[in-house]
């Protein structure tokens, strides 16, 4: 039987669109309408932002592990976050979480690197890409990570925050992101990292000057592969 998979939930758009993918792409691996159990636990938004606005990852932290013991309880082997933002606190969750977790930023170098991506520009909330969550684990697989401008992370966190995650997809707001894709390119990015879960709402390799990167559904497809392999072992 395939491993149960928990999802701790941050925003309702990014965790629905990891909990559909992971649902509708199981029959690929597990036959007709099959799928791994999941299980998700979403707290309220309003609480990991006002932990956010005063940099407390400690705070980000203690949200994200109340959903994981939430999570054991329901029956959860594993868990992932579709979240990049929050990953911030990833270090102080992972050494005192009861069940092991993929971390998306990993995921998401990993397949940079088998699709021979060299230099990706990042997109994400403004509070994600000031941070080191991808620089990190791009420069681990010897990738570089090309942020964008001050200004750009402005408008793309009121972008997200004021309309993605409440599912509300402007025309302005798609023309803003494929600029700065456009930005990207001149800058010799080769591929983008959409770094926040809800921009594949509205970007995709159909509108995008780059290939894209989608970091919601490659966690998807990540935990629903882990969720076969290792519970094929069991």
Request: glycine share 8%; net charge negative; hydrophobic share 40%.
């Amino acid at each position: 039987m395939p491993l149960h998979v928990g999802i701790v939930g941050c925003s309702a758009e990014g965790a629905a669109l990891c909990y559909r993918t992971i649902c509708t792409e199981g029959e690929a691996l597990l036959g007709p309408h099959a799928h791994p159990e999941v299980s998700m636990h979403t707290p309220s938004l309003s609480d990991y932002v006002t932990c956010l606005n005063h940099a407390d990852m400690v705070g980000v932290g203690e949200i994200m592990l109340t959903s994981a013991r939430k999570l054991i309880n329901a029956g959860a082997d594993f868990l992932i976050c579709p979240d990049n933002t929050i990953h911030q606190a990833f270090s102080y969750v992972e050494t005192r979480s009861p069940l092991p977790w993929l971390h998306i930023a990993e995921v998401v170098a990993a397949v940079a690197s088998e699709r021979g991506f060299k230099r990706l520009g990042l997109t994400g909330t403004r509070w994600l890409v000031d941070s080191e969550v991808y620089p990190q684990k791009l420069e681990q697989k010897g990738l570089q990570c090309i942020r964008p401008s001050a200004s750009e992370r402005d408008e793309m966190n009121r972008i997200i925050m004021d309309e993605l995650v409440y599912g509300i997809a402007k025309p302005d707001g798609i023309a803003f992101f494929k600029s700065v894709i456009q930005h990207f390119k001149k800058q010799g990015c080769d591929a983008v990292v959409l770094g926040c879960t809800e921009i594949p709402l509205i970007i995709n390799d159909a509108n995008s000057g780059l290939p894209t990167l989608d970091s919601t559904r490659l966690l998807a497809r990540a935990a629903l592969q882990r969720a076969v392999d290792t519970g094929g072992t069991q």
